[in-house]
């Protein structure tokens, strides 16, 4: 945890998890620690410090592993235990480093001659199917569980949780002193039945951070313009759109002067792709409230991207040499243009 003088500038939420994985080059990673606020926190914390932390954990999530989150700067009193039983469990096998595949470990394993771990026994992926306008989800962080202080923070990113929460959470923070908002939405309702929902979701934001295949998703029968469904979503009243396109870099399109920037990923070594979004979107709100310019934002964003891809888990990029970030800031700076 952050001394008590500190002051939060930066709150980031999102769901935390325990992460299974089968790497490319076929090594597993079993039972370590995952989910999307681990990794947007680590994007942020490369450039930045005086972050929080809020998530739902269930009393089993190793308390080890939120006192490595304090240990690298980032205050955990937002992360609320409950005892509600919590599915935290989450399980990626890549085929390649563009192949997610979450069905099915009991196959991955066997493909790989490994040992099923004891772990898993029992886990059943998420079910694909579309978010709750109205029931919120196990995991959805709770408005009373904000610490009072967090209020006061200048910037909020919101990874994927499901529409309401995201719904709730920026409104509620909107009535505080946070100015600076970006959203990474959720699976779960980018799809044409929540489309006459995302006006009113968008509105407001300083950025909204989708995949391609989200945006895509949501403008099915719409378009299949990427540039666009871009300026569509700016139209309701968001400042920027980013589309993350995995191996293809970032698409940048920014209302306020309606240009159009590729961003190319920065030729890292990479080994596991895990997080590597949300890695983005946390360096992406870093450099955006430093230099207040999306294209230096995405910049920053890419680099944040390019550190945790060498590496598993979310803390691997924090343990970098000093100067390692800046370096390939200036580098990549030479490699962005105009589309």
Same mark, same amino acid.
């Given at each position: 945890?952050?001394?008590? %003088?500190? *002051? ?20 597993? %990673? ?40 304090? &240990?690298?700067?980032? #205050?955990?009193?937002? *992360?609320?235990?409950?005892? #509600? ?10 085929? #390649? ?41 196990? %995991?959805?962080?709770?408005?009373? #569980? ?19 929460? %995201? ?25 044409? +039945?929540?489309?006459?929902? +995302? ?41 920027? *759109? ?10 940048? @399109? ?43 934002? &995405? ?15 979310? @803390? ?24």
């Amino acid at each position: 945890m952050l001394p008590s %003088h500190s *002051v939060i500038r930066f709150v980031l939420a999102g769901q935390l998890r325990r992460d299974y994985l089968l790497l490319p080059d076929g090594k597993a %990673h079993l039972d370590i620690p995952g989910g999307g606020l681990f990794y947007s926190a680590a994007g942020l914390r490369i450039w930045e410090t005086n972050l929080g932390l809020l998530s739902r954990v269930s009393e089993d999530y190793p308390s080890a592993w939120l006192e490595k989150a304090s &240990a690298y700067g980032m #205050d955990t009193r937002g *992360v609320a235990v409950t005892t #509600d039983p919590l599915e935290q469990r989450s399980f990626c096998a890549y085929t #390649d480093l563009n192949t997610p595949e979450t069905d099915n470990p009991v196959i991955h394993f066997s493909r790989l001659d490994l040992p099923f771990p004891r772990g898993l026994l029992g886990y059943t992926p998420p079910p694909n199917q579309p978010d709750s306008r109205t029931r919120p989800s196990p %995991h959805a962080v709770q408005l009373r #569980d904000i610490p009072e202080d967090y209020r006061d923070a200048t910037a909020l990113h919101v990874g994927p949780l499901e529409f309401l929460n %995201h719904a709730l959470l920026t409104s509620h923070f909107r009535q505080g002193n946070t100015t600076t908002i970006t959203l990474d939405p959720s699976a779960g309702y980018m799809s044409p +039945i929540f489309w006459d929902d +995302i006006p009113l979701l968008v509105k407001g934001l300083t950025a909204f951070l989708p995949t391609q295949d989200q945006l895509a998703s949501l403008f099915q029968g719409r378009s299949l313009d990427l540039w666009e469904m871009a300026a569509a979503i700016c139209a309701y009243g968001c400042e920027i *759109v980013v589309i993350r396109r995995r191996g293809n870099g970032y698409w940048l @399109f920014d209302s306020s002067t309606q240009s159009r920037w590729i961003i190319p990923n920065y030729p890292a070594a990479p080994v596991d792709p895990t997080g590597v979004g949300d890695a983005f979107c946390g360096g992406f709100l870093a450099g955006y409230c430093t230099a207040y310019d999306p294209l230096e934002a &995405a910049l920053y964003g890419a680099v944040s991207a390019s550190m945790v891809i060498e590496g598993s888990g979310p @803390f691997y990029a924090l343990d970098a040499m000093p100067g390692l970030a800046q370096a390939r800031l200036d580098n990549l700076r030479t490699l962005a243009r105009r589309a």
